[in-house]
């Protein structure tokens, strides 16, 4: 089992910034990777950024790419999302998720065994 607890997020005005983290837990040694998600207001799971556990790839949406960088700290065993010149349509609640599997499918919440509770971004225009 591995458990995910993200936090950071708040109500931002358009423009500004944020920092989302998220501390594993668990069977951390048998994660392959580590995504962010984000569901906003009647609409699916979208993938927005994922980062293997080892090595130095990153993936992006082409919505976030350019204003959000994921990153991860080992030997905290913590996920970063760093958001900046947020807009509005950033709003959502942001999800981190753990997948054991390498390979295919970063982008793809269905190839993720675990999530977190979620954290809540609001951008204000």
């Known amino acids: 089992q591995v458990q995910l607890v993200e936090s950071g997020g708040r109500l931002v005005q358009a423009g500004g910034s944020l920092r989302l983290s998220c501390a594993a837990s668990?069977?951390?040694?048998?994660?392959?990777?580590m995504g962010w998600f984000r569901q906003a207001p009647g609409k699916e799971r979208e993938f927005v950024a994922a980062?293997?556990?080892?090595?130095?790839?990153?993936y992006y949406a082409g919505s976030v790419k350019g204003r959000f960088t994921i990153s991860r700290d080992n030997a905290k065993n913590t996920v970063y999302l760093q958001m900046n010149s947020l807009k509005p349509e950033d709003t959502a609640v942001y999800y981190c998720?753990?997948?054991?599997?390498?390979?295919?499918?970063?982008?793809?919440?269905?190839?993720?065994?675990?999530w977190g509770q979620g954290t809540q971004v609001t951008v204000s225009s």
């Open positions: 668990g069977r951390t040694f048998s994660v392959s990777a």
């Open positions: 998720a753990a997948r054991l599997s390498p390979g295919w499918g970063i982008s793809v919440p269905g190839e993720y065994d675990y």
């Open positions: 980062i293997p556990w080892s090595g130095s790839s990153t």
